[in-house]
């Protein structure tokens, strides 16, 4: 079915079509709550970690607005503080300040309300910086005495207590995407165990955690699409237009325009070891030239 017909079939009586792709199994609806065995219903809690302040609008916008009208209390954490983000010398001191304030103008149009949207402000193009966590001077990310991203990620992720978190995938080029990606990764698992009590009670199980293609396609192939009407699409668009310090924002309005009203989405399968994953490849059946015994 090419695109057009199945956006025409299914808009038609609702804001969002999802798909969403389980094994060998299809599920299709309006809501995420439709296309998700585990939905937890009033308990669920949506967390979208942005390295800068427009990726997850970009790779998000339309899921932002789908979790909001299905009620799910959405959380934006952003990681850098835009202070590199400057394109003219005027901008050069007050462009982080500048951006803090285009990024609640963003967020407000699609229907995340100014207190649900948290700056970590760790400094822009540096995360390579500030992997792991230590003591902190007088960084502004410090929290309890400390600074790195395991800190502020442990802290925040305890303190939302999301269900589900959403990261620009590992595949982007931009180090500070990858930074973000694999430190959010390893802190899902801090924030629920009992260590750095300081950072806040543990949480009760490990939040599901997907990927948002921004600028590169995706490690592996994505396992939700999620659709929307052109009203829904214009939202979109006029929040990524809210980053108007940013020169070269539309011509990224103009890719989304073109790719259409349409996101994807990867869940991400931890794969934990299990010695049993390798028992067969030693079985000695197997082999037809077998040395020794
Ligand atoms: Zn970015």
């Known amino acids: 079915m090419e ?18 792709l389980v094994g060998e199994e299809r599920r299709e609806g309006n809501s995420l709550a439709s296309v998700s065995r585990h939905w937890q219903g009033e308990k669920e809690s949506f967390c979208f970690v942005s390295p800068h302040d427009d990726d997850v609008v970009l790779g998000a916008g339309l899921a932002i607005q789908m979790a909001v009208q299905e009620k799910v209390p959405v959380h934006v954490l952003v990681v850098t503080d835009g202070s590199m983000g400057y394109c003219t010398l005027d901008e050069k001191e007050s462009i982080a300040s500048i951006r803090e304030q285009e990024t609640y ?3 407000v149009e699609l229907g995340v309300p100014k207190e649900n949207v948290i700056f970590l402000r760790f400094p822009d193009c540096q995360l390579g910086l500030f992997v792991g966590r230590r003591l902190a ?4 990310s410090a929290i309890e005495g400390f600074t790195g991203l395991q800190n502020s990620f442990t ?39 009992d260590i750095w009590p300081e950072l806040g009670p543990p949480l009760d199980a490990v939040p599901a955690i997907h990927e948002l293609a921004i600028y590169c396609d995706f490690p592996e192939p994505p396992t939700l699409r999620i659709a929307s009407d052109e009203t829904t699409f214009e939202k979109k668009l006029t929040a990524i237009a809210a980053f108007k310090s940013q020169k070269q924002i539309a011509k990224l309005i103009e890719n989304v325009r073109n790719a259409g009203p349409q996101e994807y989405v990867r869940t991400i399968n931890f794969c934990f070891y299990q010695p049993e994953t390798y028992h067969h490849l030693f079985q000695d059946s197997k082999y037809p030239n077998q040395i020794g015994r």
């Open 155 to 193: 802290y925040f992720l305890r303190q939302i207590r999301p269900t589900q978190v959403f990261v620009p995938t590992i595949n982007d080029l931009h180090p500070d995407h990858k930074v973000t990606n694999e430190q959010l990764q390893i802190s899902l698992f801090h924030s629920t165990g």
């Open 3 to 20: 695109i057009e017909d199945w956006r025409d079939r299914y808009l038609m009586e609702s804001k969002f079509n999802v798909a969403r």
């Open 105 to 107: 103008n963003s967020l």
């Open 137 to 140: 001077n007088d960084e502004p």
